[in-house]
């Protein structure tokens, strides 16, 4: 079982940045490949990006290229996402979530790789 909390979430003005951070619990965090995920209301889930487990690779929705980084700290069982120039349109709820992977440099991109969620984070961008 892990157990994933996120933190870092609040409200930004369009343009500005955020940190958002996820925390593991679990004593072999190296075996798994995390992703973020958000979800707006009335929308699906959907895919922002994700860090393989050895943090070699990485892999990013469209919509956020060039503008958030997903990063992962193995001393600290924690990973990140930086938001930069934070637009309205990326006004969600934000999850981290882990799914144990075969290969370290594998980057899942569909919410049914992953096995573990957190509970979310609100992210909310005004203009």
């Known amino acids: 079982q892990v157990q994933l909390v996120e933190s870092g979430g609040g409200s930004v003005q369009a343009g500005g940045s955020l940190r958002l951070s996820c925390a593991a619990s679990?004593?072999?965090?190296?075996?798994?490949?995390m992703g973020w995920f958000r979800q707006a209301p009335g929308k699906e889930r959907e895919f922002v990006g994700t860090i393989s487990r050895s943090g070699g690779n990485t892999d990013y929705a469209d919509s956020v290229k060039g503008r958030f980084t997903v990063s992962r700290d193995s001393a600290k069982n924690t990973v990140y996402l930086q938001m930069n120039s934070l637009a309205p349109a990326d006004t969600a709820v934000y999850y981290c979530?882990?799914?144990?992977?075969?290969?370290?440099?594998?980057?899942?991109?569909?919410?049914?790789?992953?096995?573990?969620w957190g509970q979310g984070t609100q992210v909310t961008v005004s203009s």
């Open positions: 679990a004593r072999t965090f190296s075996a798994y490949a």
């Open positions: 979530a882990a799914a144990r992977t075969g290969f370290g440099f594998t980057t899942p991109k569909f919410p049914s790789a992953y096995t573990y």
